[in-house]
C-alpha cells in the first residue's frame, strides 16, 4: 500500500508566503511525475504545477513567477513553494504522486488536502 500526507496549509496574508509538502510511503519502487492541484469553493480541481523524474517543471499561467515546485527523491516529497499569495490562491491543494508499486502495478495517488487560505 501506498500513504501520501500533505502538510503545510494555512492561514495567511495576502503577499504572504507558505510552502506545502507531500511525503509518500509504503511499497514505493519509483515515482514518476508528481504535481499539485487545487480546487476551490464552487469550482472544478485544476492543476497548478507539476514536476517529472527528471526535473522538469509546469505550471499554470496564474502561478507562474510566484510559485515553485520541486522534489526530493530520497525522500519521496514534493513540494510547492508559494510566495506572494493572493486571496484567489485559496483552496485545498491536493498533490498527485504517479507511482509504480513494488508490485509493478503504476497508479495515480492523492493526497487527503490542505487548507489554504489568503486572507488579511
Known amino acids: 500500500q501506498v500513504q501520501l500526507v500533505e502538510s503545510g496549509g494555512a492561514l495567511v496574508q495576502p503577499g504572504g508566503s507558505l510552502r506545502l509538502s507531500c511525503a509518500a510511503s509504503?511499497?514505493?519502487?519509483?515515482?514518476?511525475?508528481m504535481g499539485w492541484y487545487r480546487q476551490a469553493p464552487g469550482k472544478q480541481r485544476e492543476l497548478v504545477a507539476t514536476v517529472t523524474w527528471s526535473g522538469t517543471t509546469n505550471y499554470a499561467d496564474f502561478v507562474k513567477g510566484r510559485f515553485t515546485i520541486s522534489r526530493d527523491n530520497a525522500k519521496n516529497t514534493v513540494y510547492l513553494q508559494m510566495n506572494s499569495l493572493k486571496p484567489e490562491d485559496t483552496a485545498v491543494y491536493y498533490c498527485n504522486l504517479n507511482i509504480q508499486q513494488t508490485s509493478g502495478r503504476t497508479s495515480d495517488f492523492w493526497g487527503q488536502g490542505t487548507q489554504v487560505t489568503v486572507s488579511s
Open positions: 509504503g511499497s514505493i519502487f519509483r515515482i514518476y511525475n
